[in-house]
Each structure stands twice: as C-alpha cells, then as structure tokens.
C-alpha cells in the first residue's frame, strides 16, 4: 500500500489564481492541509493589513498568498529535478514548509505584534507542533515530520538549501508577494520576469543560487522591491492607517487595566490584554472579528477610543509632516506640552513613526556576514556576490533611504478657537 | 513625558556604553545577546544563515546615522568591507533628552567586545535554542552551524562565556 505522504489526488486540483494563472495540486498531503481549519482561517486575514485604505484593491489574503509560495517553490523543484545538490526526499517537506510558512500571522500583524508583544512565527510553530489539525496531517507522514516543517519555517532546519528556498533574498515568499502585492494593488512597478529567474536558479550544496546569464532578471526583481517598498509599503497613509491601528490597541489595553467598564465585554481582547495568549485565543481574532470590536467601540464613552475607532473605520486619517528628530526636537517637546494644554491628548494625536517601525527588508550585499546575499553562478563555478557585478543593483543596495513623519488630527486642531493663542503657534510650528 | 524614539534611545545608551563596535555582525550579535540576559531592547530577531539577524536593528542604525548621531565608518578590508560605529556629539545631546532607563550593562559590553564575531556568532546561535537541553543545543549547532566547524573547546568556551555573561553587570 502506498503511504500517505507518497498518496497522490486520483485527478490533479487547480486553483485559479490571477498571477501564476493557476495553482496545481496533486499531493494528497497539501489537499488536506489546505482543507484544514487553520489554513482556511487564512482567508480572513489580509495581506497587507491597513493597505486596502490606501489602495483599494488591496484586499487579498494571506490565503492567496499561501498558496502562491506553495506554487513557486512547486515550480523551482519541478526544475531541479535530477540536478546535482538536490535531494528530491526533501519535496514534500519544501511543499508543505512553502503552504504554512505564514500559519501564525494573525490580524493586522504588524501592529498586533507590537502593541502585545508577539511574534507570528511563535504561533506558526505552535499551530504546526501543537494540538491543531494541521499538526494531525503532518504527523501521519511521520512523527518527526512536524518538528521538519517547524524547523524549515523556523529556518533551523539542517539542511539550508531547503529553507533558502523559503526564506533569503531571492526566495518563494518574496517572489510571490511582490507580484500578487503589485497585482491587487494595481501599481505598475512590482513585475519582473519569474519564468526566466525560476530557470537560472541552481541548487547549490547550502543555498540557492542564480545562473550569471540571469543577472538581468534578477536586477529586474531587486528593482521592483525597491520600488514595492517605497511606493507600496511604505505608503504615508498607510502608515497613518497603522498609527490610529496601534493606538487604538494601546487605548483598549490601557482601559482595561484601569478597570474600565467597556458596554460591549471585549471578549475576544482579554488574555491579548493580560499578555497570555493561547493558541485558541489566538485563532479565534481574525479581522473580521477586530473590525466589528472597532465599530462598536465607536460607540464607547471613552472619548479617545471612540474616536480612533471612528477614524479607522471611516478612513478619517491623521495627517502628516516630514519630522527630523534631531533638528526639531525643541519644536516636538513644545507641541507636546501644547497639544497637553488645548486638551489633545499626545500619547494618542502626537505620533513620531519612523521607517523602522515598519521592517520590510531591502537587499543587503551582507559585507561582514550579518546575512548572506544573493550569489551568482560564473561559467567557472565560482560564486559572485550580485552586487559586485550589477552596477543597478549596487547603486540602490547601498543608498541609505530612512525617514520619520509626525502624525497628527488636523482636523482637532482646526476645530480649536481662532483666538486661541496654541492654535496659532500649533500651526506655525507644524506649517511653517 | 512620552518618549520620542525610545527604541532609538535605547540603542544610544549601548553605543554609549561600547565607545566604539567594529563589525555589523559584531553589533548584531552583542545586542541579541543583551536582549537574551533581559536587556530590554525590542528589536525583533529572527534566525539567518549567520545566526540571529535582526532587520529591525539595521534599519533602526541606518536612521541613527542618517540623523547624525552616530557615525559610520566604512573601511576596505582585504576581501570584504568593515563598518566602526561611535556615538557623535548630536548624540550625547538627544541622550541628554532622553529618559530611557537600561539596566546596567557595561560589563557585559566589555566582555563581548574583546570576542571574536565567530565567536558571539556561536554564542548566540545557542543562546537561540535555550528552550532544549545542553545536549540538543550542541547538537543543533552542529546541525546548523556545520561550515563554521565549531570543536568541542569552543562550545565549552562558549558556555563558560554565557554563564560569566549572567553574572556581570
């Protein structure tokens, strides 16, 4: 009898998908992962979280995206069949690393990470080695199989090759999202050509690396993140989105340690707010789920937490200067203590955010081994770092792009009276 | 008052604390090690190639010396670059403002500073996998870590350093 992990669908599954046209799966492991209820709950968080209030079409899921990866890494090992350095036991593991590696994100990642100190890839881990059903399709392959998936998610998995495929600068993820981001988004940067880059790739003893002759096509791909980042995730308004996102989680904390009595119990917030959060838990708050808490939060006596949640749902957002913390921070500490003196709270309409407060990476030559880079194949054999032979590539990879914006409610402050004498200094300081 | 850049601070107080850090990787791997013995920082980690790598923490220097208060030298090495970072007198003045508070941590800069970035390399690939026994972290380390051909004498090495670690201030 053949096992299960070798079981093959009687006819081949596709799933539309508007950017590889189509997802093919025949393994029957992959069909029942992705009928699992922890893979499906996908659907309901979105990919780029507060982006869709930026750009509207941005409202796909981390399910697409999922099984986007999954195709990718699919494809590159469909090419590295029979080629030296790979070990074609390891499929099924790179399959199914490539379909779960984003189990764990949960709604709104971004800010949900940092306001209550989580980390998604903690709960990925936890739903693939814990009591879940992902974890009961996994063990039938065998009962080290799990702890494999976890360890190449983990990217502690032995064997490098296999978790590059997943996760370094040239990998299934990052080829996926910046199509499929660009795709809903509708910007015109973002596309490069995968075709060619997923036939110079080559397995190599610890990493996967990239045939000379497809230099160009990769110059194509750092190009279009570089310009992803800038003109799509880093997006002011965004991450105006992202501010009012946070602080309406600080309120919401804040108030339940204080012993506030919120009129809808928020049941679904409480062990995020005591900082003991179970897997359950955990599940169970997808976005849908945040959204409704901020339309009846709109709706509470707290005055700052209405408000924010008014703001968010109706896409009422806090307007922004270019702020250098270092030549401004007299102004900053008089805004705080004027903002203090007209009754605008600062802790919640005052907001520094920086680039860094958003991580996305951009590609790092990775000169004294922080991370390793993306290496070339020369017709000798021997490896070249990419940007060593890309003139595109090392003048962005080099250029040193950081900034920080002052977020705030111009709309609060306008509202002030016209003889008041903070109105006028508010305004020429953040104005003038 | 609410702090402006706090996360900025605290990584002002470490530079302040170091003089100077030679090697991004050095640097990367001295504040992980700090975060794993309860230094508050809060940049997010996550395991490379090279062992615990932190973007965050790139991006977050990259903006300190954008802003000019710390400053970066950029030295040709014979085949790869160098990268020596150092407070500025800017960045005594944001300090200054500053009401961040840190455990001290002198100590513990000074002992890691003498240490090669091969050496915190392996240090805090093992701190990464104290959640398993003594026996599986070297075993892990021999799985992860197998081109850096670390022997039995600097895994011991390593160990007497992160216990000597724990107890300095």
Redesign the interface.
Known sequence: MMSYKDEQLSEEKVFKDPVHRYVHVKDQVIWDLIGTPEFQRLRRVKQLGTTYLTFHGAEHSRFNHSLGVYEIVRRILLNFENRPNWNNEERLLCLCAALLHDLGHGPFSHSFEKVFKLDHEDFTRKIVLGDTHVKQILLKVSDDFPQKVADVINKTYEDKLVVSLISSQIDADRMDYLQRDAYFTGVSYGHFDMERILRVMRPMEDQVVIKASGMHAVEDYIMSRYQMYWQVYFHPVTRSAEVILSKILHRAKYLYENNYEFALKPTHFLSFFKGDVKLDDYIRLDEPVVLYYFQMWADEEDSILSDLCVRFSNRHLFKYIEFNPNLQMQEWMELYSLFKDVGIDPEYYLVVDSSSDLPYDFYRPGEEEERLPIHLLMPNQELQELSRLSDVVESISGKKRTDHKLYFPQDFIEALPDDSKEKARIFEILFN | ??E??AN?AKLMKFFLASDEIT???KL?KMIYILKKCEIPFEE?Y?????GP?S??L???V??L?????ISEVKEKKSN????RYKMTS?GED?LN?SQVDLPVMDEKIALMKEKS?RFLELVSTML??DHLSKQEVEE?IQ??K??QNYNEQDLQEAWDFISDLKVKH
């Open positions: 008052m609410f402006l850049l900025h090697g991004r990787k990367q997010k996550e395991f490379h190639f090279y790598y973007e965050e790139t991006l977050r990259e903006e010396c954008n802003l000019g208060f790869y670059f160098q990268y800017q944001f403002h970035s990464y996998f892990k799985a992860v197998k081109k």
